[in-house]
């Protein structure tokens, strides 16, 4: 089953959200702050966090954080409506997709589950890509020197360092490795990448380019893989080739 860990200090919001979710199959844990999350994850792992923005004490963008520097486990944060800088940074620090309150429970399940299919977390299928006569098909995607496993969700520098990146930079990246050479807009990319379409003022590409770009460049301000299409959007310029791993998957 999987465990969901709810932080909110707002006791009918864990109240509400913990019937909802255990109806929905999940085994749910709420907790109220900062100090209750650290008590629960050393107790053992949990599948994702459903994280507040505004907490007592230690706030949700400093408990990201630090989730990040610990665990890889999937994080959706929740944020004041309207609040764009938090949601921006949120997703600086890691979140993998974030909702605004108030908040529909329906589209937080749909948000779940995009999540843990993304990361691998559920016993759906994994997304879907192109055909195996495509170039950018295959366990393994070379390119530019860099190796991106795809079922391990590993990506390894041309020095053979990995190199850790979240859920949503793993997806985003993978939108991009197979469509390369291609002009995605802001919208395609979120589409491929999140499986769902942005609203007006929604940067979370924008954010996600930006981190694979420190991550991935030699220089982030002027970058030779990732670049910026002026009115298009990005495009990945660089060949991808694509191979199978003939190793059992662990």
């Known amino acids: 089953m999987t465990h969901i860990l709810i932080v909110d200090d ?3 919001i864990c109240a509400l959200l913990t019937q909802f979710l255990t109806a929905q199959g999940f085994e749910v844990t709420a907790v109220g702050d900062g100090q ?3 008590h629960r994850l050393d107790a053992g792992a949990v599948d994702l966090v459903i994280l507040d923005l505004m907490l007592p004490g230690e706030d949700g963008l400093s408990l ?16 004041a409506m309207g609040s764009e800088t938090d949601r921006v940074v949120g997703l600086e620090m890691g979140a993998d997709d974030y909702l605004a309150k108030p908040f529909s ?9 995009a999540v843990l299919r ?3 977390q559920s016993n759906s299928s994994p997304p879907t890509g192109p055909t195996d006569d495509s170039a950018q098909a295959g366990d393994v995607l070379d390119f530019s020197g860099w190796t991106l496993d795809v079922l391990r969700r590993r990506l390894s520098s041309p020095d053979g360092v990995l190199v ?14 197979r469509h390369p050479h291609q002009v995605l807009s802001r919208d395609q990319l979120l589409d491929l990448s999140r499986g769902r379409v942005s609203g ?5 590409i924008d954010v996600q380019v930006g981190r694979l770009r420190r991550k991935m460049e030699a220089d982030a301000r002027n970058p ?3 670049k910026t299409v002026r009115g298009g959007g990005y495009v990945l310029a660089t060949d991808v080739r694509g191979r199978h791993d003939p190793r059992p998957k662990k």
Do not use: N, Y
């Not at 429970?105 to 589950?113: D, F, G, K, V, W």
């Open 224 to 226: 030779e893989l990732f």
């Open 118 to 120: 993304r990361t691998g």
């Open 10 to 12: 707002d006791p009918e």
């Open 105 to 113: 429970t329906r589209e937080l399940l749909a948000r779940i589950r």
């Open 36 to 38: 209750a999350l650290r």
């Open 164 to 177: 850790e990146v979240t859920s949503g930079e793993f997806d985003l990246l993978l939108a991009f490795l």
């Open 64 to 79: 990201c954080r630090h989730l990040r520097t610990i665990t890889g486990t999937p994080i959706i944060m929740l944020t």
């Open 200 to 204: 007006p003022f929604d940067r979370t």
